[in-house]
Structure formats: structure tokens, C-alpha cells
Nanobody, 124 residues
Framework: VQLQASGGGLVQAGGSLRLSCAASTRTFSSYVMAWFRQAPGKEREFVAA??????KQYYADSVKARFTISGGVNTVYLQMDSLEAEDTAIYYCAVDVAPAVGYCSPYKNMYDYWGQGTQVTVSS
């Protein structure tokens, strides 16, 4: 399984970006797709997750009300609005292929497949 993330770039504070991620080669019947991010010198942290087959989403407090996760079969998107300099990081998409029913885990060790990452840089 390969995950391909795209949509990163350079944007001014207050601007918007939309990230996309597509999973290839396999369709998962009931899974969670998520976004994590890693800033220089920091641990990879949870951003948002989408249990699309159960209509559930979960967000980190730091992005709630600014970011929106969506998606369907083998895809996940992250609409990022009101971007701040603190959002600068490499963003990774990931898939949890066997989640508890309707549960969106914020823990990176629960995710089985990862994309290559896409750089988001917010200038202040």
C-alpha cells in the first residue's frame, strides 16, 4: 500500500491550503485515515483523523475550528484555514486499517501505513 500526499506549499499567515492524500492498490472496508505533522526538532504529532465509514472526525485542540478533514474511499483531505506560523511542518497522511469501531486514534503507533510527507510553510 502506498500513500501519496500533495498540496503543501508556502503561504502567508491567515491564508489557506488544502492537502490531499490517496491510497493506492487496496480498498479498506473500514479504516481511519489521518494527518500528522512534524516540525523541525519536534516529535510527530496528531492533527486530525477521519473514520469515513462511521462519519466521525477527531481533531487536535490546536487545529480545531481552523482545519477540516474529509474524504472517502482511499482518500483523505485536510482543508487548513487561518494558518499560523506554528502550523509550519511536514504533514504526513496515515492509515489505520483495523481501528476500533468508529474510533479515531491520535497515537501514531496505531497507524499502519504512511505517506512521504508534504511541506507546509507559513510565513508570519
Amino acid at each position: 500500500v502506498q500513500l501519496q500526499a500533495s498540496g503543501g506549499g508556502l503561504v502567508q499567515a491567515g491564508g489557506s491550503l488544502r492537502l490531499s492524500c490517496a491510497a493506492s492498490t487496496r480498498t479498506f472496508s473500514s479504516y481511519v485515515m489521518a494527518w500528522f505533522r512534524q516540525a523541525p526538532g519536534k516529535e510527530r504529532e496528531f492533527v486530525a483523523a477521519n473514520a469515513w465509514s462511521h462519519g466521525k472526525q477527531y481533531y487536535a485542540d490546536s487545529v480545531k475550528a481552523r482545519f477540516t478533514i474529509s474524504g472517502g474511499v482511499n482518500t483523505v483531505y485536510l482543508q487548513m484555514d487561518s494558518l499560523e506560523a506554528e502550523d509550519t511542518a511536514i504533514y504526513y497522511c496515515a492509515v489505520d486499517v483495523a481501528p476500533a469501531v468508529g474510533y479515531c486514534s491520535p497515537y501514531k503507533n496505531m497507524y499502519d501505513y504512511w505517506g512521504q510527507g508534504t511541506q507546509v510553510t507559513v510565513s508570519s
